[in-house]
């Protein structure tokens, strides 16, 4: 990997495309950490600091997480790239169920544009709604659980009306997302990997530090070298399955088109162990924010009947039943986003038009039917590792404590991510090199 970036800053057109990247992801960090208007920076940190001493806040950590802890401080670039990542989601599912979006999927590359322009529209749509809750709940204090009554993030005067400062500041989160989204773009069309994926590990991996030395200072070196060690157990058992596939091979018969022979060549489809890749997990996470974020909606020191069974089972990461419905959801999800994005029977249809045969299987239906079967039995073990690696924070919450879980920064969210858009950068500079050696035998 090493040897590969040093031949990247050696070619001219690579090393232009890696400094581009690195200066839209110093403007990124400088987003990330600049106060949006009408937002008291000092009390800020003040609500932070409070957070920190006290039991967390166990709502926002994985928004927190993917803006860099820009979230928690309401820069400009507080809403991060989730918007997008939700807008995204959302246009992929709607294209099962839209026979519109689904045409304009395999219409290629103009179809492809459209679909672009709409995620581009929705984005800045649930920008405008998330910046509006995230306000209004740090104007209520619950942004911090309830912690900064005494530190008004938002404080009122200025010789100005509450509600424009309030617009000003929706605003101005939402122009951060549309911002966000366009440096991404950026990234993807002139610089290194997929601009929203290394955003996204730009953001993870800025915390990565002071959260760990928060591990050292309060449990010493002994704790946080354990620690160190068992995040490389947990980094090379994710790098194993990543790369882990199951390859069909498949044989094109020859035939002939004008005065040409075509076919005759042999080829495998990869199917990969974890072919969902992170999106159950972010699936899992948002659907069990939901009864935390519900009971923002009752007085803390008066609940009743159920809210008090949500709250011990349903809110706590150290619950059995949080980390029981935690991990069967991200089950489901696996296999729900798998039968969405990966259709056996289309596969098997494109392979049979253009004369292409798995060795012992009949074309058509059978192929569809072996494809499925294949599909649903390695689905499973990638399902399990999911779950495993997702709920790794929660036993880790149970061994340090309450304060250490919330400044453990390698969960297993950050992990998946962090290797994940690791390898894919570091394929795509190895093919950009691959292309620039054998540049001769190209033209």
């Given at each position: ?22 200066a ?23 609500c ?55 045409q ?19 984005t ?37 009306p ?15 997302t ?64 990543e ?24 080829t ?5 162990v ?55 959801l ?10 969405i ?58 061994w ?44």
């Amino acid at each position: 990997m090493l040897s590969a970036f040093l031949s990247a800053f050696r070619t001219p057109d690579l090393r232009k495309k890696l400094l581009f990247t690195v200066a839209i992801i110093a403007v990124y960090r400088l987003g990330a950490t600049l106060p949006s208007p009408g937002v008291s920076y000092g009390n800020v940190q003040a609500c932070i600091k409070t957070m920190e001493e006290g039991d967390g806040n166990g709502v926002f950590n994985l928004l927190n997480l993917f803006s860099g802890g820009a979230l928690l401080s309401l820069s400009v670039f507080a809403l991060g790239i989730m918007p997008y990542i939700t807008a995204s989601i959302i246009l992929q599912l709607l294209t099962v169920v839209i026979p519109r979006l689904e045409q304009l999927r395999k219409e290629g590359q103009s179809g492809q544009a459209k679909i672009t322009q709409y995620t581009r529209y929705l984005t800045l749509g649930l920008g405008v709604l998330q910046a509006s809750a995230f306000v209004a709940l740090a104007r209520s204090g619950q942004l911090f659980n309830g912690m900064c009554q005494e530190f008004p993030i938002i404080p009122e005067g200025h010789g100005l009306p509450g509600w424009l400062v309030v617009s000003v500041l929706v605003m101005t989160m939402t122009a951060g997302t549309g911002m966000v989204m366009w440096l991404g773009e950026l990234i993807t069309d002139r610089g290194v990997g997929n601009g929203m994926s290394v955003l996204i590990f730009t953001s993870i991996a800025a915390r990565l530090p002071s959260e760990g030395w928060t591990i050292k200072n309060n449990k010493g070196w002994g704790m946080f070298t354990l620690v160190l060690v068992l995040v490389l157990v947990v980094i090379t058992a994710v790098v194993f399955i990543e790369q882990a596939q199951r390859r069909i091979p498949v044989q094109y018969a020859k035939r002939m088109i004008g005065r040409r022979m075509y076919g005759g060549t042999s080829t495998y489809i990869p199917l990969k162990v974890n072919q969902a890749g992170v999106i159950p997990v972010i699936f899992g996470s948002s659907l069990l924010y939901l009864p935390t974020l519900l009971l923002q909606f009752f007085d803390q020191n008066n609940l009743k009947g159920w809210q008090i069974w949500v709250s011990n089972h349903l809110v706590k990461p150290d619950s059995p039943t949080y980390i029981s419905v935690y991990f069967l959801l991200i089950i489901f999800f696996t296999y729900f986003y798998v039968s969405i994005t990966f259709n056996p029977t289309e596969v098997a249809d494109n392979m049979k038009k253009y004369g292409g045969f798995v060795p012992g299987i009949r074309p058509g239906k059978p192929t569809a039917d072996y494809l499925d079967f294949i599909l649903s039995r390695i689905t499973l073990p990638g399902a399990l590792y999911l779950g495993l690696i997702s709920i790794l924070p929660n036993f880790f919450f149970i061994w340090l404590d309450n304060q250490q879980f919330q400044n453990f920064p390698f969960g297993g969210t950050a992990v998946l991510i962090m290797v994940g858009v690791g390898l894919e950068t570091v394929k795509q500079i190895e093919s950009q090199l691959m292309q620039r050696n054998y540049e001769g035998f190209l033209r």
